[in-house]
């Protein structure tokens, strides 16, 4: 009885990590999954810019970006901000003409650091210009 109560708790526990392991990694797979991906491309003499989310590598949400860019009419955009699996907001003011840009785990999150550093640098017509995950929410 001894050995078989033993033999018992040794499967159950086998089990357990088995299926803690296949657990895991699912997690794994789900958080860097297809569409993920996502990029900002910023004028440097310019306002212009350029916003891609949901891309199933960074290439093709860099390419993207720095496309919807040059549609701005700009022809100086370079990455500025690259997300995987995370967020970010863009905040620009044409007052000051500066801009910010930041990333977070949460969109929400990330455009009120960005309007906060906007503001905290004089500008009072700071502009939430775009704001994303990298899966597209």
């Known amino acids: 009885m001894y050995y078989e109560t033993r033999r018992k708790l040794w ?3 086998l089990l357990l990590l088995i299926l803690t ?3 895991g990694g699912w997690w794994m797979y789900q958080k860097h999954s297809a569409g993920t991906y996502g990029a900002i491309s910023l004028s440097g003499s310019s306002l212009g810019y350029g ?12 390419v993207r970006a720095q496309a919807e860019c040059a549609k701005a009419g700009a022809n100086d955009c370079a990455v500025r901000v690259a997300v995987a699996g995370s967020c970010a907001a863009l905040v620009m003011s044409p007052q000051t003409n500066h ?3 930041v990333t977070d785990a949460d969109k929400t999150t990330a455009s009120a650091i960005a309007l906060a550093q906007c503001q905290a640098n004089g500008s009072g017509d700071c502009v939430v210009q775009a704001n994303f995950c990298g899966g597209g929410a």
């Not at 916003?51 to 860099?62: F, I, L, M, T």
């Open 11 to 13: 499967l159950v526990g």
């Open 99 to 101: 801009v910010f840009a």
């Open 51 to 62: 916003a891609a989310w949901g891309y199933p590598d960074p290439e093709a949400a860099r």
């Open 21 to 23: 392991s296949a657990v």
